[in-house]
């Protein structure tokens, strides 16, 4: 174009829009507030009463014990991103019995890495189950693998913009 700026797709990128080798080269941290929401799946213990043919009594006997399935829920997940930290906070129906880490129900991000169209992550449950996240920005959907997986739909928590 004539404003100098090159035009076309090579023209010049300014960095502060995530073109440069590092997105936060100009000093720009990223600030993300989320609201996740969307479906899990867990394994659930139901309560498995009845009666069994006993061949050696020659009659019916009470049994019970346990069937375990796989469930889904309707659930969500809470994040926020402070430049390279950031922290997750699911819905109390996704968190799993055994968990460790927690402050007031916040998991630490780790290996965190924000980018103009991705955000990736892991955070620790327990020692055993430390789920994957991947967010697509441009989409807006969410994606969380692990032995508690969940898919959903992001929306920021500041409301005029989607993030």
């Known amino acids: 174009g004539r404003d100098g700026n090159g035009g076309g797709g090579s023209g010049y990128r300014p960095p502060e829009f995530g073109y ?79 968990h460790s880490g927690a402050q007031d129900g916040w998991y630490d991000l780790n290996n965190l890495s924000v980018s103009r169209d991705f955000v990736r992550a892991e955070f620790r449950f327990s020692g055993l189950n430390k789920p994957k996240l991947t967010i697509d920005r441009r989409a807006g959907h969410i994606q969380i693998e692990g032995l508690t997986p969940f898919d959903g739909e992001c929306h920021a928590m500041d409301s005029d913009r989607r993030f």
């Open 20 to 98: 440069g080798d590092s997105y936060d080269r100009s000093g720009y941290r990223e600030h993300l507030a989320l609201i996740c929401y969307g479906s899990g799946r867990h394994s659930e213990a139901r309560p498995d009463t009845g009666y069994q043919w006993d061949a050696d009594k020659n009659r019916y006997v009470p049994r019970s014990g346990y069937t375990w399935s796989e469930q889904d829920y309707n659930t969500s997940v809470t994040i926020e991103i402070d430049g390279n930290q950031g922290r997750i906070r699911p819905a109390s129906n996704m968190v799993p019995p055994l």
